[in-house]
């Protein structure tokens, strides 16, 4: 094993352990209080989820290395609380839509499911029972606002992840999501009535409209959904209810390295980020909003390290804009987490020896440690998924219930628990 492969497995090895220890006090100490307290007393009021699609632990490591160094950390490692989480649908490797139903509607399914179990019956989401709490819902995304992730965790139930526009329609008519930041202009429209975005773009002629509901932008509109399509008119957009469409498909472009290739959405994530917090806070019973960037597995699958960090390191601002929210709101509970590892990553030293040839797993790098002239290099095995656990990390009430080992349907058990939810 090469030498920073070592030590940023054992550092960050470290950290989680320190904190697991720490997260174990927390809960300890959050269920004797709790025995003494109110129901109230130990209730979160918001809940913010951080989703780092493809996010495991050598991403995470790598994301730091480049935009922190060796002597400082990610916003999203600095929190009391860890949790190792198991990743499996009921297959060994999961997809993004499994472990999303997993994490949101807390069961084990078949990979492509959407909110549904292996026998394809719908299972309520934690989104679906905060807006039956009377709190405010919303889904921020790099992907497509219906890709597998944010369809998931924004209470759809299809029995295949495709079914895009029927996600975007369950999203209108049954969850009634409040808030809805992201790419996948393409689902809301009707084949030929192109929207902002032009259809058959140059960057990529297959991404044009291909809706099978209707025109769901209308329908957004005439529900009193507040709709923008850029940067700009987020800014200043206003009232509780906000539908923003910034791409036809994911907000970046996904291909091999220097095949046009790039990472720059339209609207950056901390900005959909900032902007869903400051409409979910208006609700004064409080908010559940999901935050995802897609880049980190998107580019991680075609093993391009340099655009992964980067989706990553707006990942960590973001990460950022939500715990300063939640020191001002105590009552906030925040946690970080991969719904599984992307690519198979390694963190090498820098030599000659690339031990996995010159294919799409070749090494990638060399990149600079940030704040000093070290050098490291990202070493891939795969462009697909991987079956590894993910690290976890949280803060707020009810966070201590994420320490420890566990499945990935204990988040949603957390969740629920944390805001005292009911079905």
Known sequence: ??????????????????SLSMGQTIEAKEAKHHKKATPSAAVAKNVIVFIGDGMGMSHREAIRLAYKGMNDDLEMN???????????????????????????????????AIGVDVNKKPVTSVLEMAKKAGKATGLVTTSQITDAT?????????ENRKE?????????????????????????????????????????QEEASKGTEGNLVNKAKKMG??????????????GSK???????????????EGQGDEYKPVVPLPAMTKKALDTLSQNKKGFFLMVEEEGIDEM???????????AGSKLDQSVKIAKDYAKKHKDTLVLVVGDHECGGLTIEEVNNNDE????????????????????????????????????LTAMGPGSGALAGVYENTNIHKAIKQALHLKK
Do not use: C
């Open 78 to 112: 600095k929190m009391p609380v860890a949790g190792i989480v198991h990743t499996h649908s009921t297959a060994p490797v999961t997809d993004s839509a499994a472990a999303a139903t997993a994490m949101s509607n807390g069961v084990k399914t078949y990979n492509g």
């Open 356 to 391: 996995s040839g010159d294919g799409i797993s070749k090494e990638d790098g060399p990149f600079t440690v940030a704040h000093s002239k070290e050098k490291f290099i990202l070493d891939w095995t795969t462009n697909s998924h991987g079956g590894q656990p993910v690290p």
């Open 300 to 310: 991680a699958h075609e093993n391009n390290g340099k655009l992964m960090m980067k």
């Open 1 to 18: 094993m090469k030498k920073y492969t070592k030590w940023a497995a054992g550092a960050l090895s470290l950290t989680l352990l320190s």
């Open 164 to 204: 895009q526009s029927k996600i975007a329609n369950q999203f209108l008519t049954k969850s009634k999501v409040d808030v809805m930041l992201g790419g996948g202009e393409d689902y809301w429209y009707p084949a030929g009535k192109k929207g902002a975005f032009a259809d058959h773009p140059a960057k990529d």
């Open 242 to 256: 906000l539908l923003g469409l910034f791409a036809n498909e994911e907000m970046f472009e996904q291909r091999p």
């Open 225 to 238: 959904y507040n709709y923008v399509t850029s940067d700009k008119e987020l800014k200043k957009a206003k």
């Open 150 to 158: 944010p369809a998931a965790f924004g209470g759809a139930h299809v």
